[in-house]
């Protein structure tokens, strides 16, 4: 995908103001929480994702906050993201972090499970 500098019009931040937050688990290791402005030739989607203290060891993935413009399944990166929507990111951030119980469990589930591929492989 391309980064894009895009005029952000107040009908789009208004919309991404008012929008569902939909959260997911992305590859058992971190949450993504997305909102999404939809127009009549293309939608607007901000997604932020996090990955909880515990269980960066496993995922790598830093914190971050993308704007993608999609036309069709043409999908631009928008690289300044307006300020009006501080306060959406945040508690979106929220919205996307794993309690400490459920990341706790996440990441004792992952060191058993990488300890025993590694006694199946003779590693260990």
Known sequence: ????????TKQAINRM??????????????????AQAVFSKYRLELKV????????WANQKEDNTELVRWNGYDGFFITEIPSEWNSLIESMKQAATMSDDIAQAKSDMLQIQIADFLKEMDMV
């Not at 994702?49 to 960066?56: E, F, N, R």
């Open 1 to 8: 995908m391309k980064e894009v500098s895009h005029m952000i």
């Open 49 to 56: 994702a996090v990955t909880h203290p515990l269980l960066k």
């Open 17 to 34: 103001l008012t929008s569902n937050v939909v959260t997911r688990e992305v590859n058992g290791c971190y949450n993504v929480a997305i």
